[in-house]
Nanobody, 124 residues
Framework: QVQLVESGGGLVQAGGSLRLSCAASGRTFSLNRMGWFRQVPGKEREFVSTISGSGRVTDYGDSVKGRFTISRDNAKNTAYLQMNSLKPDDTAVYLC?????????????????WGQGTQVTVSS
């Protein structure tokens, strides 16, 4: 069983930055893809970003491309999401997830374990 714990969310003004962290348990962290999704009540879960097990391959949703950066530190079993130039439309609960494959994945079904989420609120 893998446990994921997100942190780093909060309230920020438009144009500001936040860095989210996702700490994972388990001995095979470096073998598994990591992903970030976001959820707004009444809307479908939205893909934000994904990173391969090695960290060499990344992918982003169109709405965050050029503003967000995903990374990971396999020695610390932690993934990160650096969010810059935040907009009110970025307001959501951000969830990290991990899947039992080293390649990147954009779909929720690519992931086996999910964190509880961290709230990000961007004020205008």
């Amino acid at each position: 069983q893998v446990q994921l714990v997100e942190s780093g969310g909060g309230l920020v003004q438009a144009g500001g930055s936040l860095r989210l962290s996702c700490a994972a348990s388990g001995r095979t962290f470096s073998l598994n893809r990591m992903g970030w999704f976001r959820q707004v009540p009444g809307k479908e879960r939205e893909f934000v970003s994904t990173i391969s097990g090695s960290g060499r391959v990344t992918d982003y949703g169109d709405s965050v491309k050029g503003r967000f950066t995903i990374s990971r530190d396999n020695a610390k079993n932690t993934a990160y999401l650096q969010m810059n130039s935040l907009k009110p439309d970025d307001t959501a609960v951000y969830l990290c997830a991990t899947g039992r494959s080293p390649s990147v994945g954009r779909a929720s079904s690519d992931y086996d374990y999910w964190g509880q989420g961290t709230q990000v609120t961007v004020s205008s």
